[in-house]
């Protein structure tokens, strides 16, 4: 059975790339500003638009009230982690209507935390510190668009 978790790189970011990511709102949660930064800025460079949230609670509220395709959820926050909080926002009407990707975007090793990743219902892994290719290929695989 493949790995549905995999994040084999499959393509080399040149210029044309600059604009895979338009069109797609990627709502990230992190309690590290500097984390949101980097994200967003990555993510921007793409072409795609991102929602920053420091924790889980902010997170929900903005899940309900943005235009969100696809969550970069950070695993270890105060309060409630990122497992608890992509349970949480699996349970609103909003994600029941309009399923979409949560992936874990976290400094934890894919097989630390594999397992509660599959039972909380995450759709994908990427490593912090992580790489351009692996956010972009990550990300395009899991909202279905070719490259």
């Not at 797609?24 to 590290?32: A, F, Q, S, T």
């Not at 920053?52 to 309900?64: D, I, M, Q, R």
């Not at 219902?121 to 790489?131: D, N, R, V």
Request: hydrophobic share 40%; charged share 25%.
């Amino acid at each position: 059975m493949e790995d549905r978790f995999s994040n084999e790189p499959s393509f080399i970011v040149n210029k044309s790339d600059w604009k895979l990511l338009e069109g797609i709102n990627i709502l990230v949660v992190d309690d590290n500003p500097i984390n949101l930064t980097v994200a967003d800025k990555t993510l921007a460079k793409f072409g795609g638009t991102s929602f920053k949230c420091l924790s889980a609670e902010e997170s929900l509220v903005a899940f309900k009230s943005k235009p969100i395709q696809l969550i970069l959820m950070d695993l270890h926050m105060p309060n409630i982690d990122g497992f608890a909080a992509t349970k949480l926002i699996r349970e609103t009407e909003e994600y029941k209507n309009n399923p979409i990707p949560i992936l874990a975007y976290t400094t934890y090793s894919y097989n630390d935390v594999k397992l509660e990743m599959e039972d909380c219902g995450m759709s994908g892994y990427i490593g912090k510190p992580f790489t351009h290719i692996q956010v972009i290929d990550t990300i395009l695989e899991a909202v279905g668009v070719q490259k």
